[in-house]
């Protein structure tokens, strides 16, 4: 009888066993990638520069000359979509902000924004005087990573033998201020034609007969070699 039921408990035993091992011990929300467990969020933000319109001159100051190009190169290193000069209107002095308007958006050009680019629009300033003010705008993406240090859970994971929660957390985060432009991560980037002249001129330049670079490589070898 004690046979039996040892018999009868052994085979229970592996049963519970096979049936353990046949179930799903990790399921699909712990195969995650560590971008996924560690994403990296983009957002577009509205990046401005105001210059005030001075209606005793004309020309812009040598400072506002110098805002302008260093606004127009954060423009051209990571801006999106068109720069925007917003002029102020129903002041009394629509004309020297209008005009303020033309000489700003022809020191964009001059310092490497493309006419197509540069777009204009105005804003109601409600007849007061003091608002005689030129924006100029234009969107960019940040990137903001996920915040590492978490500790939690650190025993389930082992036990499920899983990485640590904070793995790959310091990579993305360094991902994501290194990256020179964040729209990349949702968009790819445009790509410029191809220089045809370049391939014309190693046509000719074989055809020439003139140094390949296969000849540069096997002097290298020589060289080497000896």
């Not at 490589?217 to 080497?224: A, F, N």
Request: aromatic share 6%; charged share 20%; hydrophobic share 35%.
């Amino acid at each position: 009888m004690v046979n039996s039921v040892s018999k009868y408990t052994l085979l229970s035993m592996i049963v519970l066993s096979a049936s353990a091992c046949a179930s799903a011990f990790n399921g699909q929300q712990h195969a995650m990638t560590v971008a996924e467990e560690h994403p990296i969020s983009v957002d577009s933000q509205t990046v401005t520069l105001t210059i005030d319109a001075d209606e005793t001159t004309t020309d812009l100051s040598s400072v506002d000359k110098a805002r302008l190009q260093a606004f127009a190169d954060a423009y051209m290193r990571s801006g999106h979509g068109a720069l925007t000069i917003t002029a102020p209107s129903g002041t009394g002095q629509d004309f020297d902000g209008q005009e303020m308007a033309s000489d700003i958006r022809k020191a964009l050009n001059e310092a490497g924004v493309p006419w197509s680019a540069l777009t204009g629009a105005t804003y109601r300033t409600g007849g007061d005087e003091d608002g005689n003010q030129i924006i100029a705008s234009y969107t960019h993406y940040v990137a903001t990573p996920s915040a590492c240090g978490d500790w939690t859970g650190g025993m389930n994971r082992k036990y499920r033998n899983l990485r640590s929660k904070n793995f790959g957390c310091s990579s993305m985060n360094n991902l994501a201020v290194l990256l020179a432009d964040p729209h990349d991560l949702v968009a790819p980037a445009g790509i410029t034609p191809r220089d045809a002249m370049v391939a014309v001129r190693g046509f000719q330049a074989y055809r020439e007969g003139e140094v390949k670079v296969s000849d540069i490589d096997s002097e290298i070898s020589t060289e080497v070699s000896e």
